[in-house]
């Protein structure tokens, strides 16, 4: 079963050491806006050699690549835009 299933999705395994960043502000109680970061590096074994791909050790190529993703957000509070029961 396993052997079929690195084979079908070329992985066997992934280590990633991640880090996430977040600020952000409420503008008005019911909009706000989000500057995340989030990234950094992902470790794994693929199957076949590709552009990360590096030494082959009893059939599989150790990759290692870095990743980041940057990104805004516009948030918008649903709570605040129903009247409250009490």
Known sequence: MKANLITRH??????LLQLDVSLGK???PSYGV???????????????SGMY?????????????NVSNLHADFMWNLVER?????
């Open 53 to 65: 791909a590096k030494g082959a050790h009893r059939g599989y190529y150790k990759e290692e690549f």
């Open 82 to 86: 129903f009247p409250r029961i009490q």
């Open 34 to 48: 989000r500057l995340q970061y989030s990234g950094l590096k992902a470790k794994g074994l693929t199957d076949a």
């Open 26 to 28: 409420w503008i008005t």
């Open 10 to 15: 070329r992985w066997a395994t992934v280590s």
